[in-house]
């Protein structure tokens, strides 16, 4: 009697896998996304379990130190955010919403290399080879090391990768490669782990930096299956309104350095550049207003100088507004609530609403103490000083707490002209901005 064939369905969104159609994912909940797999997926599903006996452990004592090899970008900010470089052999995944110039730093970077004598592979599924180079010619790329190849089958872009010694390959984007092996659509969670794995291997073989670019859901994560961010070395993530001129790029994941450093780009007719005076994006003198305080954040290892605006406007009926732009709503909510409780402000008959400027998102909490005081000032109408800035984490029972790297925060302000820093407590520096120490929020009013 014949073997009866092994049926196996796979969901396209999460990945989840049932030997029956189901017309409702049971794992991601969503519906008529289980596409029956052909053998040789089955097949490949179980090559993958089997434990190759072959391999034997190895005492760690034994194992010999390998060295990483690392070459500049051209782009400085680029070298920042990777850990000092691309390193040969790796596979980057850049991710971003559209528009945001995720193809337009990579080709800008391709063509930096291509300057150097490095030969760049640049792979388009999405657009054609003219119109990259239009873009390339706007951004000053075109060079005779730089290789653009028009094409999504996997197999005839592996066949050019192994024609010539590329230092880099570009892959835009990952979604529009498809593997003839894989019956599914291109995009699916078979096609874009089977694609991955299969540049992992390109990568490390032939010691190709790869860099793959991913489109993102409208959640913000990156499309596919969630096993493409494991199997590559490193995941950044491309940040920034379209409508402006900054972008800012993090890393969420990197095997070759750390994780808490930013990229600062400006867009610019030439394309994104990085921005080395950050803070002058952020900040600028003027006159001081109500409703304006000064604070020192930090993005990785840099400072930046940034102004909190704040508006409180009396409300005559309905439920009062808490809006804020670049800050944490439910925080905002904290403090609004801590002012009320400690100093006794009416704030339930107020809109509240608060913005960063520049267009940043400030994710520490040292910008507690400015916050408040902007409130503070824009409820009193009481402008503070423009050569004051305010640093310092506020708790839920009112105490001001101390941040970290407080010395490169009052370097950054010496370099501004900055005379005076309100902060939880005085500092063991030579700096020459005065120093208050402020450690309720009560104490806050006596500064204002």
Known sequence: ??????????????????????GKCSSCG????????????????????TLHTSTLATPITAIKHESIIKFSSTQEEFDIVLGGGIAAGGL????????????????KVAGGLAKEGKKVLYVSGEESAGQIKLRAQRLDCVEDNLFLLNE????????????????????????????????????SISQVREITFELMRLAKEYNIAIFIIGHITKEGS????????????????FEGDPSRELRMLRGFKNRFGTTSEVGIFEMQDTGLISAKNASKMFFSHKQAMAGSAITVVLEGSRALVLEIQAL??????????????GFDTNRLSMLLALLEKKI?????????????????????????LAVIASILSSFKNRPLSNKTAFIGEVSLTGDIREVSNIDLR???????????????????????????????VTKILDWM
């Open 92 to 107: 980057y995944l850049i991710g971003g919403s559209p528009g945001v110039g995720k193809s337009t730093l990579l080709l």
């Open 312 to 325: 409180v406007s009396e409300i005559s009926f309905g439920t009062p507004k808490r809006s804020a732009t």
């Open 152 to 187: 999504i089958d996997l197999n005839s872009i592996k066949a050019n990768l192994t024609t010539k010694a590329y230092a880099v390959c570009i892959i835009d984007s990952i979604q529009t490669i498809y593997s003839p092996q894989i019956t599914s659509a291109p995009g």
């Open 344 to 368: 006794e402000i009416p704030l339930k008959g107020y809109d509240v609403f608060v913005n960063v400027t520049g267009g940043i998102k400030i994710t520490e909490t040292s910008a507690d």
């Open 222 to 237: 990156i499309a596919g299956p969630r096993v493409l961010e494991h199997m590559v070395d490193t995941v950044l993530y």
């Open 410 to 440: 009052l370097k950054e302000m010496e370099s501004y002209g900055f005379e005076k820093a309100i902060l939880p407590k005085k500092p063991n520096t030579k700096s020459p901005i005065k120093c208050f120490e402020a450690t309720e």
């Open 1 to 22: 009697m014949a073997k009866k064939p092994i049926t196996l369905f796979e969901c396209q969104h999460c990945g989840f896998q049932s030997s029956k159609w189901l």
């Open 30 to 49: 969503a519906w008529e996304s289980l596409v029956e797999l052909n053998g040789h997926q089955i097949q490949s599903l179980k090559d993958t379990k």
